[in-house]
């Protein structure tokens, strides 16, 4: 009976091994596909910049990524979105990011 009951234990951890790996997989394709739809919309030189800025902070290349697909979807983008344009968007980015005061006592 205990043979069993850690047979049980054995078979539902495997599964719960194999539904994390296969989630940590649909969670890595998800992430391919919006770096190759954000790449459609930039020149080479942006995205250099995209990927340095991806090594040094990740949610902000993710966040970044998701404004350029949502701008070249609806239209909004004339062609490429160039370096110059790129480092505009992060300076928005990061301005908004920003509004926080600290008050010394």
Request: zero cysteines; proline letters at 1%.
């Amino acid at each position: 009976m205990t043979e069993d009951i850690e047979d049980l234990k054995e078979k539902r951890l495997e599964e719960l091994k194999n539904q994390q790996n296969s989630q940590e997989e649909i969670e890595e394709e998800r992430r391919s596909q919006t770096k190759e739809l954000a790449k459609q919309f930039l020149t080479s030189e942006a995205q250099s910049r995209l990927e340095n800025i991806r090594a040094a902070r990740p949610e902000q290349a993710s966040s970044i990524e998701q404004q350029i697909i949502q701008l070249g979807q609806t239209g909004r983008v004339q062609g490429k979105i160039s370096d110059s344009d790129l480092k505009h968007m992060l300076k928005s980015l990061n301005e908004k990011g920003s509004d926080f005061n600290i008050k010394h006592r």
